[in-house]
């Protein structure tokens, strides 16, 4: 990847004034794209595009009461309803057409600064505020923050930064470089920490200003409150994009320097988690991992682009893969100077894309059953989230995968119908059933933190996670007998439960696989080819061999699946999950 400017050099993240810092990290997802600006535009179709992600319920007249009132979040956190947005980045070919850079992903860090400061505060409700300057189009090192005699001041321009993604240590620059960046662009901002203590928002920004560092320092005499450090890290994935010699980067505002480069920030968190966060989480050495902060872990999930999906636009305008321009009336401005805002106005005649509705959605309240309460159908209680792989299933007899419409009730009611004492479900669309729980597995908590994802049918209830599986049991069942397995089968004499070859298949000479198998049927099969060894495995799959390469014998009860072709109540079982019920034939 090239870039066509020279590198100048910026602040990293985390450099320090000699203290000590302590901050948590959200990751988020896109929630939306197009031409959406509730701060500086609106009501209106904004000038140019953004990416945005967090409150579900963002739009062109978005309010600290409606980003709140959200169905969910792009972000983990889901106590985080807050808006955060920044221009879509772009390519343009030498043609004048332009081709989507995909965003890959934000992360939010909150961060603990501010030398000798009065207690941090949280982000007041209706906050809001915008970093950076869209019409910068070169590096300004004459207007700096506030400075005194104790504490320098720096440019406000070193607010925002660039990082070229290689296989060596990110590289940052305030404006796009000319490095090749294999793994992509990072844009990095730093928003400011100081506030009047008055003004909600101004449209020159001036109710808040930058610490005297940017990232750390003093706020000015006339901005008595601190607020938590905001710095926003947002990835492009410029891989996806092919380049052409004459073609270059550009932000959708037309700044083909990325020194216009800029966020905005409209708060949505739930009244006192932040506040909480910030007086219990921000601690000397930090870890910056939010499962570790009590008031934010109640509120985390995993996998937001699947548990709060990209929502539909919201302004009749496409503005993803290869376009004939920018969208709206941005022209290209290569600087120094700033960009007139000529370069961003449509004249009357171009008609205006159409404001389409933005959903009206609410909170979903969420049941977390605790570990050993009655949750869903009668006698069924909750077990714990266990971890969960697929070489050692906890639950492995009978499973439903890709579910529409699952709810831990109707995976109880399947389990329950095919005599199981035991159900689980698990990446918000998948039951499990079994008698046991098996290969040791052990519960890992409530699964607050991992086992988090929505079930397909019901939004209200968590369905496992991603490897993790949330498991009930029946206390009304009787507990089922041990495994008891088929001893004959015409020629074949069983010889236990044995575990799979280690480079290899335990049995060799031919194999067979349907839904409809049964011992007998697995026995009809091996005689038929004079195989003196055959095996079940899996519920379904036939093995035959003249000899037996196992990896060990298993415990009879890990060979705990149901032969599929089985019809009766009768339990006939056909191996597990890389186990085999092993017969053998001494007259063949």
């Given at each position: 990847m090239l870039f066509n400017s020279s590198p100048l050099r910026v602040v990293t993240?985390?450099?320090?004034?000699?203290?000590?810092?302590?901050?948590?990290?959200?990751?988020?997802?896109?929630?939306?794209?197009?031409?959406?600006?509730?701060?500086?535009?609106?009501?209106?179709?904004?000038?140019?595009?953004?990416?945005l992600v967090g409150s579900a319920n963002i739009g062109v007249s978005s309010t600290y009461d409606t980003l709140v009132n959200s169905e969910c979040t792009s972000c983990e956190i889901q106590d985080?309803?807050?808006?955060?947005?920044?221009?879509?980045?772009?390519?343009?070919?030498?043609?004048g057409s332009v081709m989507e850079v995909p965003h890959d992903g934000s992360v939010l860090y909150y961060i603990a600064r501010g030398a000798g400061q009065t207690p941090m505060t949280a982000f007041p409700e209706g906050l809001k505020m915008l970093s950076g300057d869209a019409a910068a189009r070169s590096y300004d090192n004459k207007t700096m923050t506030f400075n005194n005699k104790t504490f320098g001041g720096r440019p406000v321009a070193d607010r925002i930064s660039w990082a070229c993604l290689s296989t060596k240590p990110a590289r940052e620059t305030p404006g796009?470089?000319?490095?090749?960046?294999?793994?992509?662009l990072r844009a990095q901002v730093h928003f400011q920490s100081c506030w009047d203590g008055?003004?909600?928002?101004?449209?020159?920004?001036?109710?808040?200003?930058?610490?005297?560092?940017?990232?750390?320092?003093?706020?000015?005499?006339?901005?008595?409150?601190?607020?938590?450090?905001l710095f926003i890290e947002t990835s492009y994935a410029t891989k996806n994009v092919a380049v052409e010699p004459n073609g270059f980067y550009?932000?959708?505002?037309?700044?083909?320097?990325?020194?216009?480069?800029?966020?905005?920030?409209?708060?949505?968190?739930?009244?006192?988690?932040?506040?909480?966060?910030?007086?219990?989480?921000?601690?000397?050495?930090?870890?910056?991992?939010?499962?570790?902060?009590?008031?934010?872990?109640?509120?985390?999930?995993?996998?937001?682009?699947?548990?709060?999906?990209?929502?539909?636009?919201?302004?009749?305008e496409n503005v993803y893969g290869l376009l004939p321009k920018l969208p709206g009336c941005n022209q290209i401005s290569w600087g120094p100077a700033r960009?007139?805002?000529?370069?961003?106005?449509?004249?009357?005649?171009?008609?205006?894309?159409?404001?389409?509705?933005?959903?009206d959605t609410k909170p979903i309240a969420t049941q977390i059953p605790t570990i050993s309460s009655a949750f869903g159908n009668t006698g069924w209680r909750y077990k714990g989230c266990y971890n969960d792989t697929g070489n050692a299933r906890a639950l492995s007899v009978y499973n439903q995968q890709n579910v529409a419409d699952l709810t831990i009730e109707k995976c109880q009611r399947t389990c329950q119908g095919r005599g199981m004492k035991f159900s689980g479900v698990e990446l918000g669309n998948q039951c499990w059933c079994d008698n046991y729980i098996m290969n040791n597995a052990r519960a890992i908590g409530e699964g607050r933190a991992n086992c988090n994802f929505k079930c397909s049918g019901d939004s209200t209830e968590n369905c496992g996670g991603a490897a993790q599986l949330s498991i009930f049991e029946n206390v009304l069942a009787v507990t089922p007998a041990p495994v008891v397995v088929q001893s004959l089968s015409g020629k074949y004499l069983y010889k236990g439960c044995q575990k799979e070859g280690t480079s290899?298949?335990?049995?060799?000479?031919?194999?067979?696989?349907?839904?409809?198998?049964?011992v007998d049927a697995c026995a009809k099969i091996c005689l038929g080819l004079k195989f003196r060894w055959m095996g079940v495995e899996y519920g379904r799959e036939c093995y035959c061999g003249n000899s037996l390469n196992s990896g060990g014998t298993a415990p009879a009860t890990e060979c705990n699946m149901r032969c599929m072709g089985n019809t009766n109540k009768t339990a006939m079982y056909c191996g597990g999950s890389s186990r085999l019920n092993v017969y053998y034939s001494s007259s063949l």
């Open positions: 993240l985390l450099a320090l004034s000699g203290d000590a810092y302590a901050f948590f990290r959200i990751g988020c997802s896109r929630i939306l794209d197009g031409r959406v600006d509730s701060i500086i535009s609106p009501g209106k179709v904004s000038g140019h595009v953004h990416t985080d309803r807050s808006a955060y947005w920044s221009p879509q980045l772009y390519y343009q070919y030498g043609n796009f470089s000319n490095f090749i960046c294999p793994y992509g008055v003004n909600l928002y101004k449209s020159d920004q001036s109710h808040v200003a930058y610490l005297s560092q940017i990232d750390n320092g003093v706020c000015p005499p006339t901005y008595p409150v601190l607020l938590p450090h550009t932000l959708a505002q037309g700044d083909p320097t990325g020194y216009g480069y800029h966020a905005d920030f409209q708060n949505g968190w739930k009244p006192g988690v932040l506040q909480d966060a910030i007086d219990e989480c921000f601690i000397a050495d930090s870890s910056g991992d939010v499962g570790t902060c009590a008031p934010l872990n109640v509120s985390q999930i995993s996998n937001t682009a699947y548990q709060c999906p990209r929502r539909p636009q919201v302004i009749a960009a007139p805002t000529t370069n961003n106005t449509c004249p009357t005649s171009v008609a205006v894309p159409a404001i389409l509705p933005t959903a290899s298949r335990a049995l060799t000479g031919a194999k067979q696989a349907a839904d409809t198998m049964t």
